[in-house]
């Protein structure tokens, strides 16, 4: 049994894909890194609003960055976070789809 910090840890994790507009963020990221503007146009929300939920997938380490010239371009962290989308979805797809028969 795991320790119940690590599992705190964890629960404080899975809060960050709480939000919808994250959650749109990460599954756009899984396609390509992308910048704060081509998210901001693809999603129709501001800037603002992009740069705030980037903010804080980069401190949960979720989203990672890297500084081309002026121009700063966010991608996924690592492969964990595309397969809990992943797997996610998945997930999502089945219960629908069952409920559906």
């Known amino acids: 049994m795991e320790s119940k910090e690590l599992l705190t840890e964890l629960g404080?994790?899975?809060?960050i894909f709480a939000d919808p507009t994250r959650i749109r963020i990460l599954e756009l990221l899984t396609e390509k890194e992308k910048c704060v503007g081509e998210i901001a146009e693809i999603l129709g929300v501001s800037q603002?609003?992009?740069?705030?939920q980037l903010k804080l997938l980069r401190l949960a380490n979720v989203v990672s960055t890297e500084k081309?010239?002026?121009?700063?371009?966010?991608?996924?962290?690592?492969?964990?976070?595309?397969?809990?989308?992943?797997?996610?979805?998945?997930?999502?797809?089945?219960?629908?789809?069952?409920?559906d028969l």
Not at 12 to 15: I, L
Not at 84 to 98: A, D, P, T
Request: hydrophobic share 35%.
């Open 12 to 15: 404080d994790f899975f809060k």
């Open 68 to 99: 081309k010239g002026q121009m700063v371009t966010y991608r996924l962290a690592d492969e964990h976070i595309r397969i809990i989308i992943q797997y996610g979805l998945e997930h999502i797809r089945e219960e629908k789809n069952e409920k």
């Open 48 to 52: 603002s609003a992009v740069s705030h």
